[in-house]
């Protein structure tokens, strides 16, 4: 195997633990969901089929145009919205809050206010935000030994040996570790493995004022807020000046597009981006948009034959994927906390946004990453006051 195709190994493998603990994590909520909505079985594979094709292609897409590993996601904080939220209306009804919602996001691209926005947020509040943000996977790595001591404990002994050693595939043998440990502890369950195609399902949106309302509105509200927001700063964090609004633009439109199939919301990856932003993908951050290209390939391949992934992804249990993820991303943490301190200046607030995002509160339906960054904003205006003479 050439050498160049060997330096790829780690953003491919990055782009697959992204995936993996993206649909892991979070794709019970967006089973509950589609039911909350009535949606039938059919439909709830649509739901899966449109949001892996939205992903995958954005992915692929972006992180070409820009080469960057811009990873897209759907939106979790904005599925946990819908299962609360969309019981009583009817399914069309559903569709055409997602619609409003995702015409109130390419609004936001196309004028560039968003952008602005963010572009005024200093470097070391946003890194502060990102490193509150990817907190608890970190915990979770220990949290995990609690129930399952071995896999865990061998998984961290395995990661620190080989960041030692062969540091550029130290996220490769974990994985590789964690799942021959897993299968020796007999802690796979394929009960769910079936191979099958998922076929679209066509809702065509009914405009509700109650629901545009009271659904629409919030469903933009959070993912702008608890997605966007946090997205942004991974790339930045991480060195990467994408332009904003064409990311933002683009998640719209595909969002716009895939609404009648069932794609709610896609938006900028946090998490999962920062496991493909980071030094583990590979060492030149030039190439680590392979990552994005492996993670959207992942994604197509969650879109085509979606219950079979996910029956296959179901089967790995839960301390082996968090502890993968919070392997993965122990370096982006580090990074972005040192980042986040460097500045004498921004310390103290940087660490407020640290410490409030990290906090998990939710106030008015909107997640903590935002309630950070306002925080350290709003901290670091009022330290950096100049007295005014008398």
Known sequence: MPNNTQSYVPAITAGFIAVLVGFTGSAVIIFQAAKAAGATPEQIGSWMMALGLGMGLTTIGLSLRYRAPVITAWSTPGAALLATSLSGFSMAEAVGAFVFSAVLIILCGVTGWFERIMDRIPLSIAAAMLAGVLFQFGVEVFVSMQTEFVLVTVMFGVYLISKRTVPRYTMIIVLVVGFVLCHFFGLLHFDEFEWRAVEPDFVAPEFSLDVLIGVGIPLFVVTMVSQNMPGIAVLRASGYQTPISPLISWTGIATLILAPLGGFALNLAAITAAICTGREAHENPDKRFVAGL?????????????????????????????????LALLGTIATSLQSATADNASREPAIITFLVTASGITLFGIGAAFWGLVSGVVALFIVNLRRTPT
């Open 294 to 326: 492996s993670a959207g390939f992942f994604y197509l391949l969650l879109a085509m034959c979606g219950a079979a992934v996910a029956g296959l992804l179901a089967a790995f249990p839960s301390e082996f994927v968090f502890s993968l993820a919070g």
